[in-house]
């Protein structure tokens, strides 16, 4: 699977990694079995997003950093995951900001927090702080105007971007509107957000019907993208659990 994903792709989120650390011949696999180039974008284990929610994960965090290392050039960013009832009060903030200004430099730090409350100033120069990516969620939990604001300022030298709705609702809306053809807004507001940031990373969901699949390649076709196979190592026939993207 991740040997033909790799020919139609240049990077894949890795959802397995949320639920725990990789094996290490597991990882050696994923990086000997793409082409150079290639990416992989790996969720932080919930262990430390949503049990211990930002406080003290120490070791679990060292123990998976360096197991992910070995992916060498081939590590991209590195997904924090907000648990969805993680409020912006006081104590969570408090929280939060301990964590962001402790976490180990040489990293692609991404965050992704899913309540409103979050999308102040005050986060966004945090983050801008530490070159950590606010992720730019087309979800239920931020509004349009805040989309759009980290569009034109975003808070790393990269960008992170989850089109996470069940039905693709941007996408799948601009498709009607446009009788039949991906309306072009994604890649305007992408070639403007390049004015930016070094690269842009963006993953879609994967849905049963494979509406995910698709409006990846639409959109790949929008922005003019076309990603080639170059040659690997190792056997091909390694699996990333992409539940999620």
Do not use: C
């Amino acid at each position: 699977m991740l040997g033909e994903y790799a020919q139609r792709f240049p990077t894949v989120e890795v959802d397995d990694t949320f639920y725990g650390i990789p094996p290490e011949p597991v990882v050696r696999l994923w990086r000997d079995s793409v082409p150079a180039g290639f990416s992989f974008a790996l969720k932080a284990p919930q262990q430390v997003t949503h049990e211990q929610r930002f406080a003290g994960p120490g070791g679990l965090l060292k123990r998976f950093l360096e197991r992910i290392s070995i992916l060498e050039e081939k590590l991209g960013p590195v997904l924090l995951l907000a648990p969805i009832g993680f409020e912006s009060n006081d104590a969570n903030r408090a929280a939060l900001r301990v964590f962001v200004n402790t976490l180990p430099s040489g990293f692609l730090w991404a965050l992704e927090l899913r309540h409103a409350g979050w999308f102040t100033e005050d986060i966004s120069d945090m983050f801008r702080s530490k070159n950590v990516a606010m992720v730019i969620g087309e979800n239920r939990w931020v509004s349009r105007s805040s989309v759009l604001k980290l569009m034109n300022e975003p808070t790393a030298d990269f960008a992170y971007i989850r089109w996470a709705s069940r039905s693709q609702t941007v996408l799948s809306a601009e498709r009607s509107a446009s009788n039949g053809h991906v309306s072009t807004k994604w890649g305007e507001m992408l070639e403007g957000l390049s004015s930016f940031v070094k690269t842009a990373y963006g993953y879609f969901n994967i849905n049963a019907d494979g509406n995910g699949l698709r409006s990846a390649e639409e959109l790949q076709r929008t922005i003019g993208q076309q990603w080639l196979e170059a040659s690997v190592s190792g056997d091909a026939a390694a699996s990333v659990d992409r539940d999620a993207f």
